[in-house]
């Protein structure tokens, strides 16, 4: 049965950061698939304006196209309502069919999974990867995953990764200020974010 991993994320837009750190564990897990999951509506950004999802959608196709192992889901902007992770796993590992669920998130992301709904149930469900981000001790996430109760350390696995200093904030932020960010995400990326005006005008709340 093949291994798959998710990567969900709000890709607003995708960047060079998040395309690394999921090659990265597709390669050191000898991984069939990797699964991008442009959020519908995140609980934990709801005061936080996101681009439309169809942009979101479409930039992270293209960020992807060129790597066979590579993969777009709409599972969860289709979906109605705000999207919690533990349902979209649920789905995607029967539609799949897959024996092993790896889920990545940067570093400083992981730990919001305690927060997430019916925690113990995707836990149970699925392999997190916490990958290193800049600004973001990976030292410290051990530390911390050691007060945790047993069977959650053992789910979440902290892992070292080309450390890129990349966001998607950082790029929003540029777009709006008439800077540069060329060289932060595929080319192709680049182009339809100015061919479709994006993130010029808009207000966003700092994340
Ligand atoms: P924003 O600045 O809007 O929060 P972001 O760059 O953090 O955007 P998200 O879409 O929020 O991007 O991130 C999706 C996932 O990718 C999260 O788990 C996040 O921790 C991880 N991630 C994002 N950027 C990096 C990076 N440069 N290195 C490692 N992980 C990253
Ligand atoms: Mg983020």
Redesign the pocket.
């Known amino acids: 049965m093949p291994d798959i991993c998710l990567m969900g994320?709000?890709?607003?837009p995708i960047?060079y950061?998040?395309l690394v750190?999921a090659e990265e564990v597709r390669q050191r897990f000898h991984l069939d698939k990797v699964v991008f999951i442009p959020a519908g509506k995140p609980p934990h950004k709801r005061n936080q304006t996101i681009s439309d999802a169809q942009h979101r959608v479409n930039m992270t196709r293209l960020a992807t196209s060129s790597n066979p192992y590579f993969e777009v889901s709409t599972i969860e902007v289709d979906r109605q309502g705000f999207s919690y992770t533990v349902d979209t796993v649920d789905q995607l590992r029967r539609s799949f069919q897959v024996d092993k669920i790896y889920f990545i998130?940067?570093a400083?992301?992981v730990l919001e999974i305690l927060t997430w709904k019916d925690v113990e149930k995707l836990l149970s469900m699925t392999n997190f990867i916490a990958?290193t981000?800049p600004g973001y001790d990976l030292n410290n996430l051990k530390e911390t995953l050691k007060s945790l109760p047993d069977p959650f350390i053992k789910k979440i696995l902290p892992l070292e990764v080309p450390a890129?200093?990349?966001?998607?904030?950082d790029i929003r932020r540029r777009v709006r200020e008439g800077r540069s960010f060329k060289y932060l995400l595929p080319e192709s990326v680049e182009k339809y974010i100015y061919k479709n005006n994006i993130y010029k005008n808009n207000i966003y709340v700092s994340?």
Do not use: Q, W, Y
């Not at 994320?9 to 607003?12: A, I, L, P």
């Not at 890129?164 to 904030?169: F, V």
């Open positions: 994320g709000t890709f607003d960047h950061g998040h750190v998130t940067g400083d992301a990958a981000r890129l200093s990349i966001s998607s904030s994340s």
